[in-house]
């Protein structure tokens, strides 16, 4: 306890502003990025642009990636980091949610709120969600309903509805069926690679462009090249060259972007039917939030907007949002959304 | 050089004995296996029992598994250990067939060689080759003609010609296609459960019997429990769970088996079609060696049958054999085949 309370990380600490504040967390498998911002009342629509006191960044986050001290002291540092930024203390503190991924079960929700209560005096309102939730926050301005798709290296579905009940599809990893996220978009190009050299499947233009990419002379090389580092994101990388094969015109990288399309639809379409996001008529208007460089619209092959289109034939009522604030900062509007509900 | 020449290893040396022998190692991801055969001409076919003065076994041998250091260890314990029990020494030895998992390129090849090349004085004949090639040659009693299909954890389909072209399908892991492997039918039941637990898949009896197997309440258990350690043996584990409840009558278990052998037997006819095992109509006769225990006869649902199935309406000249002894056996018999021939 004394270490969290007296540590060097806040002993930066000034005597008390008096003004109140909230932090909102986003913590990846990249970075965790730290949102400080005010309580104030908010108009509704809320002020563009918002008010946002400091903004700190770190590593990585993840208790399953980083293990549990590692990521405990990457928080608390980036917590302070954003509360000295803005000139206020911990005391200053009125609400922190920390939306994180690997929040997966209860009991790792439960386990990290109980790292933050040491942080914090006991009135601070805490809240852990998993990392998608501040990501639909992000598009909905801190109200918890629609359905939030992520699609970068891996992909999730999350859902709310108005009355609080949640619901998820994905965000399992590769291995347990992910297979229109960009790792699996990739993993199944590099297999179509091998598939053409074997002489299991057609040929492809993306041989000569996968190898060129990666300074391969042979496909048999990629098998070194896989296992030297299986990373996700190291193979996910990959996804704009599929993605530049298909405008090309190769029926094989075609396949495979209209596959990620109908993967990447049946979690949105599965989190909607199971809250009934649609009404009973499935033509209830509900927010799409779209999140993560697969589905970015800066391509002529756009799955991003192949997804909506999917999605729209059996949800008229979805309304796609791309997001024009950062996570962090969806979880800042969560918190502060939950402390003016509460107090 | 010295540490290979005099170490402690070969430190139980006796005097020459006078008889000549053969090593014939399989180096798998688990095991290493050691055989010792004395040069002797045999009749065709070959006696049975085969005449193996000894066995040792030893621990992982794949370099890029365990480091090159400890690969070369243990390979150089195990020759010694089988040199030792057959009261033989290296000066005995005429020629070594190493076939190791790992090899998937010249340069893995000559790589080993060149170890081999320390441990052996300069007149025995060496042969570094990929463990299907041992697992085809188990079939075969030693002769490098037609195709070995291996499914285990992974899978691998390696062929010959008689007149010594070679071909390969698959082998490469999941991530670039191996589908038909343990591994890869235990990931699909996987992926079939977390898809009917968050509804974008149809129920299936997988669900309760795979937690039950886990000791798992409920799917979403599955992440943590798949990435506690993502080893592909433990997934591969999973396979009888599969078949039991394709033999039940569940729809999504015998999807997934059926995809099985349709990329097992996809493997095979790449092969048999790239060197033309079968001949120009496709009816000559080739050996088709079954090896792992995915394709085991043990079962009602029977993976190696139905496979056999698929490939004899193609190529109706494949003779499937089940091989009678192990791959090490294999490896020696090819020594013993090259150096009858070469000397």
């Known amino acids: 306890m004394k270490r969290y309370r007296n540590g060097q990380i806040w002993g930066f600490e000034p005597a008390e502003s008096g003004r109140e504040v909230i932090l909102g967390l986003d913590g990846g498998t990249t970075s965790t990025v730290c949102i400080c911002m005010p309580v104030i009342s908010m108009s509704d629509p809320l002020p563009d642009p918002l008010p946002v006191l400091a903004r700190a960044v770190a ?15 990457t928080l608390e540092h980036v917590m302070a980091d954003a509360l000295s930024k803005s000139g206020s203390t911990r ?12 929040v997966n ?17 006991e009135n601070v309102r805490l809240y852990v969600r998993n990392d998608a939730v501040a990501a639909l926050a ?30 998820r599809a994905a965000g399992a990893g590769p291995i347990l069926g992910d297979w229109g996220s960009g790792y699996g978009i990739a993993a199944q190009a590099l297999s179509a690679v091998i598939r053409a050299y074997d002489g299991r499947g057609p040929d492809t ?27 996700w994101a190291r193979i996910a990388a990959l996804v704009p060259v599929v993605v530049s094969c298909a405008e090309a015109g190769d029926e094989v990288a075609n396949k ?19 809250l009934g996001l649609c009404g009973e008529e499935a033509n209830d208007s509900f927010p799409l939030v779209m999140v993560g460089g697969v589905l970015e619209a800066n391509k002529r092959w ?3 907007r192949e997804v909506v289109k999917c999605i729209s034939r059996e949800f ?11 996570p962090a900062v969806g979880a800042a509007l969560l918190a502060w959304n939950s402390f003016m509900n509460e107090r």
Not at 93 to 98: F, G, N, Q, T
């Open 91 to 102: 005391s200053a503190v009125r609400a922190v949610c920390l939306a994180v991924s690997g």
């Open 316 to 326: 008229p009522g979805a309304i796609p949002i791309r997001p024009k604030v950062e």
């Open 105 to 121: 079960h209860p009991t790792d929700q439960q386990r990290i709120l109980n790292w933050l209560r040491d942080m914090f005096p």
């Open 256 to 274: 495979i972007l209209q596959d990620s399309v109908q993967e990447l639809a049946l979690s949105v379409k599965a989190v909607v039917q199971r």
């Open 138 to 167: 992000s598009g909905t301005m801190g109200k918890l309903h629609g359905c939030v798709l992520i699609a970068g290296t891996g992909t999730i579905a999350y859902g709310f509805t108005e009355d609080g009940r949640e619901a």
């Open 302 to 304: 756009d799955i991003g």
């Open 59 to 73: 590593g990585c986050s993840n208790h399953n990636s980083v293990g549990e001290n590692a990521a405990r002291e």
């Open 205 to 231: 233009v993306l041989t000569t462009n996968i190898l060129r990419t990666l300074h391969l002379s042979s496909p048999d090389e990629l098998i070194g090249w896989t296992y030297a580092d299986p990373s």
